[in-house]
């Protein structure tokens, strides 16, 4: 899908979506882990290691969790963030109404930057709002993924180039292509990759194990 033509006027609301791939990516990771708690509990039973047991049959609960979330989701095909003039939202996937409301007229700062959370590294959406503390600002992050605005993808950079604009009061938004660097896109750590590995490194050693022992 061609990205839409720079400068491109948008008017409010502007809605956007997850894409398929970001559900389907999940999906199979579920798979994986279903997979490996499938092959482990028969090898438990064996030798009667009831932990192990529980465990795999942890890993196909979670799995089928997993898959009834995604599919959910991708069904519903509900919107994750909506741009408005006075304001924006954020919603969450799992619940009918709006997880947070921000009007324009309390925000005193728009940010995007880099956050670490556990192995991975995403794009955090910092957003500064007048409160009661002792400072007058408290501080809302929420993550930014790439994301649909009707059928054009675009990236965290782009999505908060139309967030900046609201913020700045302009009256109708206007699209511009910002490529995004290897670096500026989704970082894994060296930790995330190594239990990536060994998941199917377990996972191939298993099945091996299943089928010639």
Known sequence: ??????????????????????YFTVMIGCLIIGMLGYFVIPL????????????GWLLILTSIFGLIICFYAWFQKKPVVIIEEKGFSFFNILKRHQQKKILWQDVVSIDLIPWTHGYITHWMLSVGITSNNLDGIKVIRHPLKPMYLEHVMLNEKEVFYLLEQAFAGDTVL??????????DRLV???????????????LVAALFIAIYA
Not at 44 to 55: L, M, R, S, T
Not at 174 to 182: A, E, G, T, V
């Open 1 to 22: 899908m061609s990205k839409v033509i720079d400068n491109l006027a948008i008017s409010y609301p502007v809605t956007f979506y997850y894409g398929v791939k970001r």
């Open 44 to 55: 438990a039973h064996q030798d009667e290691a009831w932990i192990v047991v529980a465990v």
């Open 174 to 183: 206007s699209y511009q292509n910002i490529k995004m660097r290897l670096s």
């Open 188 to 202: 894994m750590s060296f930790g995330f990759w190594l239990m990536i590995v060994f998941t199917i490194t377990g």
